[in-house]
């Protein structure tokens, strides 16, 4: 029998509480034991017994306990679709017979789905709305476990003084509840909070007291999640071999329960811990193991380990795969801020670009090591192209994608011969070939990448002239991309303006006549803003200049 057609038939109008058996009672007992112990699918088995058993003894009070638990045990198993089913049978039993305790649990119940599914919206007015029905009827324990929702929704949201406030209060009627399990619920979620505001000596007691609680009751599903969050502190005070201890406590709990979520969670913090003791090929496994469980369950979990895979394989110099973690990271994120209004998503955002410039940094150094002449040259032309870049029109928050563009402008250098790079005096026709399918390498390089602005056209197409006889496709005029014909006019005046294998620098004012004398090569709009802002230009040359020289003294 489906449960859609249990919600139709007249049987729901005629059920009656007349039946108080412990045919009804114990299944449920023991479930409760079950949901302790973490053990979902034991619990779930005997909540179907309940449930069977209340539909033959035509009893309403303990159908809708059985079908609000087993709404809940589905969320901790994944499985929301039949969470949702279950919670939208009970409201509809509920309203039907005038159960308002079971309509309070079941939106509630219902308000975490949408959470995890990243409608914070309607999250929060199903929690409202179930908080009220609570405050009616007087149930202090779920008032409590509502408030501790609503904590977690304003921590989201970024009102860290809401949250304090709200799992506060929620600790308070849980405890006036004598409900032992909540309570150390809410005390983890203190713990959480004050890691995040850099509290850690209150964190740290509050995660005790969560940890005293799970010992006495022996509810080792809250105790796994406990420690897991307990290494995060430990991470917090820079002591490994205590965050190493969490997590096996952790780890060990939510690989014997099948907890595949929470374990996931812990794998993201073994990651962060090998990470931060060097132990870099151990981070990297333990990091993509949480983000292939991640990605079938909680995207948010998923962008958060790609971060920190994004980190772990900077550290190693795979630039690349680097970057590609990062955008995938970024994707997710970028998808979660579209279904809510996140603080704390949008503040990732914010710091993931700045990950994205960092990497971007040192794979141009990287391809600089290569090339003795060309030491800071990156950066120069990065600076320039982006004076360039925002007189021209490219607006501020593009600003930060177009200089990647310019640290990765030569990055298809890195497969160009050192000899080649570094040959002092002209290059033949067989290795100038070699050279100028730099652009086209890099074009192929950053392909795989998919950055959140298009940086490609940069890379490939920096080398072409206005006239169509640059190179590597000839374009011509407004065929460029306008980003590459920018670039172009930063790396040639740098270029002239640094030290090559086969002369020594010029000044500014001598590269400027140079560009003049070749004005036809560049984008005659583009060219007058160079004009205009050259005075600015050769003055951050001079002074690029200027250190280059000292550093050189003093190596010498």
């Known amino acids: 029998m489906s449960l859609s057609y249990l919600a139709g038939t007249e049987l729901l109008h005629n059920l009656d509480n007349r039946v108080t058996s412990d045919l009804l009672a114990s299944p449920l007992d023991r479930a409760r034991d079950c949901e302790r112990a973490g053990r979902w699918d034991d619990a779930i088995e005997l909540c179907e017994q309940a449930f069977g058993n209340s539909i033959r003894l035509r009893d309403v009070g303990f159908l809708l306990e059985s079908i609000t638990r087993l709404g809940f045990y589905s969320i901790q198993t994944g499985n929301r679709p039949l969470a949702v089913e279950y919670l939208e049978l009970a409201l509809t039993i509920s309203e039907l017979n005038h159960y308002p305790e079971i309509t309070g649990r079941a939106l509630n119940t219902l308000a975490i789905v949408k959470q995890q599914e990243g409608d914070t919206a309607t999250a929060h007015s199903l929690y409202v709305r179930a908080l009220a029905i609570a405050d009616t009827v007087g149930n202090k324990r779920v008032i409590g476990e509502i408030h501790q929702n609503l904590g977690t929704l304003a921590n989201i949201r970024g009102d860290m003084d809401e949250a304090l406030e709200r799992y506060k209060s929620g600790l308070q009627y849980m405890q006036d509840a004598g409900f032992e399990r909540g309570c150390a619920k809410a005390l983890n979620n203190l713990g959480m909070l004050h890691v995040d505001l850099g509290e850690l000596e209150d964190a740290d007691i509050y995660f005790r007291q969560a940890l005293d609680i799970c010992s006495r ?69 333990h990091l993509q193991q949480a983000i292939d469980i991640a990605g079938l369950l909680d995207p948010l979990l998923e962008a958060e380990a790609l971060r920190e895979l994004a980190l772990v394989l ?48 040192s794979w141009g150094e990287s391809i600089e090591a290569k090339d003795k002449y060309t030491s800071g040259h990156c950066q120069r032309v990065a600076d320039y192209a982006c004076r360039i870049a925002e007189e021209a029109g490219i607006p501020e928050h593009d600003i930060t994608w177009f200089r990647m563009g310019a640290f990765l402008h030569d990055v298809g250098k890195t497969e160009v011969p050192a000899e080649i790079l570094n040959k002092p005096g002209r ?63 930063a790396d040639i005046f740098d270029a002239l303006t640094t030290a090559r294998s086969y002369r020594k620098p010029l000044s500014p004012e001598v590269a400027y006549s140079i560009m003049e004398e070749d004005y036809k090569s560049f984008d005659p709009n583009l060219f007058e803003i160079f004009r205009r802002l050259f005075p600015e230009l050769a003055e951050l040359a001079s002074s690029a200049h200027a250190v280059a020289t000292e550093e050189s003294v003093v190596a010498s």
């Open 217 to 285: 009751i022996e509810d080792v599903a809250t105790a796994a999640m406990v420690h897991g969050n307990r290494a995060e502190l430990f991470l917090a005070r820079n002591q490994p071999d205590q965050a190493r201890t969490s997590c096996d406590e952790a780890f060990e709990i939510t690989s014997r329960l099948g907890h595949d979520l929470a374990k996931a969670e812990v794998l993201k913090f073994y990651g962060i811990l090998y990470r931060t003791t060097g132990k870099l090929h151990l981070a990297e496994t």
């Open 314 to 361: 900077r550290a190693q110099n795979r630039n690349r795969g680097a970057l590609t973690a990062l955008n995938r990271s970024r994707s997710l994120f970028k998808r979660l801020q579209a279904q809510q209004d996140q603080a704390d998503v949008s503040t990732r955002i914010e710091g993931l670009e700045a990950d994205f410039l960092s990497i971007v940094q």
């Open 427 to 489: 290059l033949t026709d067989e290795e100038r070939l070699i050279m100028e399918r730099h652009t086209v390498i890099g074009d192929e390089m950053l392909a795989p990448v998919e950055f959140p602005w298009d940086i490609r056209p940069i890379v490939r197409s920096h080398h072409e002239r206005w006239d169509g006889t640059g190179y590597p496709d000839r374009l011509a005029g407004e065929e460029i991309p306008f980003t590459a014909r920018i670039l172009r006019i």
